[in-house]
């Protein structure tokens, strides 16, 4: 299988809101998705307290004596050297700026119209439901205070939806929040609240991490507030592809720190305990496979929210997936796929979106994308990163083969539509 990205497409299916496991049955192998791994997202999914698990409605208990206690993400040795007590430092350095982030929201529901058959009302009678009734769904996670005057940075999905949101500091002062923005196609975040000369969080350089380093996660998993874990940076530039989340623009950093449902929005430290990364989501029934937004996204992110309450994504409107010898050799010998390529490395256009700035600049599905703003792409994920890190309405080039011919055409981003219906 072959990694399958969209640029500008905002799938049906999308694991980390709606469907745990995505199956792609009888379709053509470029068509199949990297990876399809259940995700749970550590924060609040406003459907359960403390945390939802993606495509399910498994609830997550918040009492820790219904925990199963197990050994498992245990911190690794010390380094030779290491002063033993560095963690420590940090969680009296950055502990007072963790914060928990408790949501809520009233969801009205609608019996069917069926209900009202008069058939019904003549065998039911007053055991008939209430025409309209609500119900508060409640969730809670994390987050980092990273102004003096309030500003607190968190996960999307924490606050998604909330009508109240409510901070809780360490020393156990409550204050009402404000969302001043989110961002989905991140899941970043940013609250705010009426306070002042509050301890803040330092930032660090998260494109500078290796793996190996180690790393350090304090958030509320679980009801547990205050929780602190260790471990390593188990790797960077994890795709959204290779996680299972193929509707997101994150380069995710992986840890094997342990985190949990109401870890979400929380900071992930070095070991000067500088945030370089937010908790996000885990794999369902794994061990030691945590992952984090870097902070250098997050923060990139977050001064947009903060400057305008929204954020422009640069998109082209392409579905496209990283051209091999074999996956040539399937697409040719498949007489449904619609496409001949004569290229053996790349990356094809699947699909272009009608009326997208690659449509709009003559992009054809079975183009081959070689360069893109003068940089070779081997696979989806480099065409993404390259797409991102450009201007709304500026100019992008693209090296492409197409017939075996070499074409340089000019593209313009446009801005990722706001709404799914209009990428479809």
Do not use: C
């Amino acid at each position: 299988m072959q990694n399958q990205s969209r640029d500008g497409e905002h799938p049906s299916n999308s694991i980390l809101s709606n469907t745990a496991d995505t199956k792609y049955h009888n379709r053509a192998p470029w068509k199949k998705a990297a990876a399809s791994l259940s995700l749970v997202l550590l924060g609040s999914g406003m459907t359960l307290a403390g945390g939802y698990m993606a495509g399910h409605s498994q609830q997550m208990s918040e009492n820790a004596s219904n925990l199963a206690v197990s050994r498992v993400n245990a911190a690794p040795p010390l380094a030779a050297g290491t002063d033993p007590n560095f963690v420590i430092q940090v969680v009296q350095k950055v502990g007072p700026a963790v914060v928990r982030i408790d949501s809520s929201r009233t969801v009205k529901t609608q019996i069917p119209d069926e209900f009202n058959d008069p058939l019904f009302q003549r065998f039911f009678g007053s055991q008939m439901p209430e025409q309209q009734s609500n119900r508060v769904e409640r969730g809670t996670g994390s987050g980092f205070i990273i102004s003096a005057d309030g500003r607190i940075l968190t996960n999307a999905h924490v606050v998604d939806g909330a009508d109240t949101v409510t901070v809780t500091l360490k020393d156990g002062r409550s204050f009402k929040g404000k969302v001043l923005g989110k961002d989905d196609l991140t899941d970043v975040a940013v609250v705010k609240i009426q306070a002042d000369n509050l301890p803040l969080v330092a930032l660090g350089n998260s494109d500078k991490l290796q793996p190996g380093e180690w790393a350090i996660a304090i958030g509320n998993p679980l009801g547990l507030d205050n929780t602190v874990t260790t471990g390593i940076i188990s790797a960077t530039g994890r795709s959204s592809n290779q996680i299972g989340a193929p509707d997101k623009r994150v380069e995710y950093i992986q840890t094997d720190a342990a985190i949990n449902p109401g870890n979400s929005g929380g900071p992930l430290l070095n070991y000067r305990g500088e945030v370089i990364a937010m908790n996000t989501a885990i794999i369902q029934g794994a061990q030691g496979l945590g992952f984090a937004i870097p902070i250098n996204t997050a923060q990139r992110i977050s001064s947009q929210l903060i400057a305008t309450g929204k954020v422009e994504h640069p998109y082209l409107g392409i579905q496209m997936v990283g051209l091999t010898p074999q996956l040539k050799q399937n697409i040719n010998s498949d007489p449904n796929s619609g496409l001949s390529v004569n290229e053996d490395k790349g990356v094809l256009v699947v699909k272009v979106v009608p009326n997208s700035p690659a449509a709009k600049a003559g992009i054809r599905a079975g183009d081959v994308i070689q360069k893109l703003g003068g940089q070779a792409v081997t696979d989806a994920s480099s065409v993404q990163k390259v797409v991102e890190n450009s201007q709304v309405g500026g100019d992008l080039r693209l090296e492409l083969r197409r017939n075996g011919q070499n074409l340089n055409i000019a593209v313009q981003p446009g801005a990722f539509p706001t709404q799914p219906t209009q990428v479809q």
